[in-house]
């Protein structure tokens, strides 16, 4: 990409000299050429609106972008990225000075208290920065729902109030989400009362969801199916070769989705063949699989972006930088089931650590041995792939009356 190349001619409004340095960004950050067109276009459209307005590059603001985009650019040629692009420049231009920041507004006070909150998970609680993440989401879900139209005033919460929220959401996603919601809602009830802020502890009021111990077997695939999956992984591809980098650490090692999205380029000790991975507040190292170790040294070598991220996972489009979350790891293993032609009642990225599971017991490998593999905080958690060791449990089996087979 030649800056020369891509410039506009004749241009001389009070944003042009910096059209430079936005090039340079978008080369860095892997745009491809025909974004890199759109994006320039809609800048020569603003540094001309500037001009004609008589107004300077230190003014641009969240306010003067909205107006931009209202009076030029709300239909036509650059429409759709013209709210990114002014975004993007509007992080450069702060970057490098010449605007001043954005005055945030005073917070709300649904939002001191959530934010409070937040702190005292982290600080008081010592929960993971991911899980607070979700529980000050659950918080300031259920506040701007019942405060919506109204003074912020906690001490007059029901329980009524509680049950109705958590019996509205829950029956929108599964079982799941709906723990996750339900314990979320009780330690946010139960830090009100711990500060004073309600009479009495509602987190008694949040409705229990049923879930029986070991009730459910663990969905996995056969060792031949994962062999499959992992066989018609297109490797000739640079997109192949990650892809196929991450199955194998999913089938291999047994990480969660979230653990190959974390994992950084130092958290690799070549010289050792260990891998450090850290899942739910808990680092462990794990020894690294020839196989394993070869495919991210081939992705490393050809296939991964230079860019100033340490993530050891790059996205495939612009702007190149780590994955957002642990959903691009699910949606890289059902794209890989579909091309494989394995059918699977659950397609997510835990199904192959389910399937990892379930072949090392089927190996004789003990119950411990795969808690330690997979990093089980509990023994209970491990205990559920007993159910699906039938050689071991029909020695278990009673004979049946009459001698009947």
């Known amino acids: ?21 936005y090039l340079t ?51 036509g040629y650059g429409k759709n990225a013209g709210a990114s692009t002014m975004r993007r420049l509007l992080t450069m231009l702060r970057r490098i000075g010449v605007v001043s920041e954005a005055k945030a507004p005073p917070p709300s006070p649904s939002e001191q208290l959530v934010c409070a909150y937040g702190r005292f998970l982290l600080e008081e609680r010592n929960l993971s920065p991911q899980t607070v993440v979700h529980r000050r989401l659950t918080a300031s879900r259920f506040l701007s729902e019942k405060f919506a139209a109204g003074r912020l005033d906690v001490s007059n919460l029901r329980a009524p109030d509680i049950t109705v929220f958590v019996k509205r959401h829950a029956r929108d996603h599964g079982p799941f989400y709906a723990r996750h919601l339900t314990t979320g809602m009780r330690q ?70 979230g653990e190959a999205v974390r994992l950084n380029l130092e958290d690799i000790d070549w010289d050792n063949g260990l891998l450090t991975v850290c899942g739910k507040g808990k680092w462990a190292q794990l020894p690294i699989p020839a196989d394993v170790a070869e495919a991210i040294a081939l ?12 993530r050891l996972f ?3 489009y612009a702007p190149v930088d780590g994955f957002y ?3 691009a790891i699910g949606s890289i293993v059902k794209r890989a089931l579909g091309k494989a032609g394995v059918e699977s009642a659950r397609k997510g990225a835990h199904l192959l650590r389910h399937s990892l599971a379930t072949d090392m017991l089927h190996k004789g490998i003990s119950l411990d041995e795969i808690g330690e593999v997979l990093r089980h905080r509990s023994p209970d958690t491990t205990a559920i792939y007993a159910k699906v060791d039938l050689d071991s449990l029909r020695t278990l089996a009673l004979p049946w009356p009459g001698g009947a087979r």
Not at 1 to 17: A, E
Request: proline residues 6%.
């Open 314 to 316: 790059i996205r495939d």
């Open 25 to 75: 960004q978008l080369k860095e950050q892997g745009y491809a050429p025909g974004s890199v067109y759109e994006q320039i276009h809609i800048l020569k459209t603003c540094d001309r609106w500037l001009k004609r307005t008589c107004r300077g590059v230190r003014d641009l603001n969240e306010s003067m972008v909205r107006e931009f985009l209202r009076r030029c650019l709300n239909r």
């Open 188 to 257: 946010f009830l139960r830090y009100l009362h711990y500060k004073g802020l309600t009479d009495t502890d509602l987190s008694l009021a949040v409705p229990a969801v049923a879930r029986w111990s070991l009730s459910s077997l663990p969905k996995h695939l056969p060792s031949a199916q994962v062999r499959r999956v992992l066989r018609h992984c297109d490797q000739s591809t640079p997109l192949g070769r990650r892809n196929y980098a991450i199955l194998l650490l999913l089938a291999r090692l047994g990480l969660r989705a």
């Open 299 to 310: 992705y490393l070598r050809r296939d991964r972006p230079r860019c100033a991220c340490r």
């Open 1 to 21: 990409m030649q800056n020369s190349f891509i410039l506009p001619s004749g241009s001389s409004g009070p944003l042009f000299p910096y059209f430079n340095l």
């Open 325 to 327: 979350g642990a959903n």
